[in-house]
């Protein structure tokens, strides 16, 4: 009788407030990619179709808090994922998109969308569609708990393996000062 397959670890991801360079980093591991897929699964993350976080082992979120949209996806990732990491900078400290914390948000749509010179009959956006901006950026710990956090703009691609590959093999993640960067 064949062997029952072994459950693979479930992961989400997201980017809220980010680039995706975080999520261009954990690509980086390049081939480790496919030693990585033989244990893990992927829920909803910008690399498959899936709308909606499911129950899950790992939640991996970039970016951080600047809309109200934001903070839907990372209560749902908090209320599903066992583990939830902030990863990078954005996520951990609002990251350099939190540099617009000392302009008043106002000022900022006015500036973007109806003062800018090449506007003409400029207004602010106001479908109900889109999400309502949050007077600042904030941290993901400031809206839910965190679990992990991996500083770094993006951490680089051996900082998230050896974080992966220590939480995949039961251990509690260490990374060492050289994996350990802010810029
Ligand atoms: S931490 Fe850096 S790389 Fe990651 S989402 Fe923020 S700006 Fe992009």
């Known amino acids: 009788m064949p062997a029952p397959e072994q459950k693979k670890i479930r992961i989400a991801t997201t980017s809220l407030a980010g680039c995706f360079g975080c999520h261009m980093s954990l ?7 496919f030693a ?3 244990q893990v699964e992927f829920d909803r993350s910008p690399l498959t179709d899936i709308k909606h976080c499911g129950p899950c082992d790992i939640g991996l979120v970039e970016g951080g808090i600047c809309n109200a949209e934001n903070v839907h996806v990372l209560r749902e990732f908090r209320n599903n994922c066992k583990i939830l990491v ?3 900078a954005c996520a951990v400290t609002g990251g350099l998109p939190a540099q617009r914390n000392h302009l008043s948000l106002a000022d900022c749509l ?7 010179i090449s506007l003409h ?17 904030h941290p993901l710990h400031e809206v839910v708990k965190v679990d992990y956090f991996i500083p770094g703009c993006p951490p680089s691609a051996d900082t998230l393996w050896k974080f992966l590959t220590d939480l995949l ?12 960067r802010y810029d």
């Open 27 to 33: 690509l980086d591991i390049d081939e480790r990619l």
């Open 36 to 38: 990585l897929l033989e």
């Open 121 to 137: 009959n400029g207004m602010i956006p106001n479908d109900p569609e889109l999400p309502l901006p949050l007077d600042k950026v």
């Open 169 to 180: 093999t039961g251990r509690t993640p260490k990374l060492g000062a050289d994996l350990i």
């Open 110 to 116: 006015q500036e973007v969308y109806v003062t800018e």
């Open 86 to 88: 902030a990863v990078g």
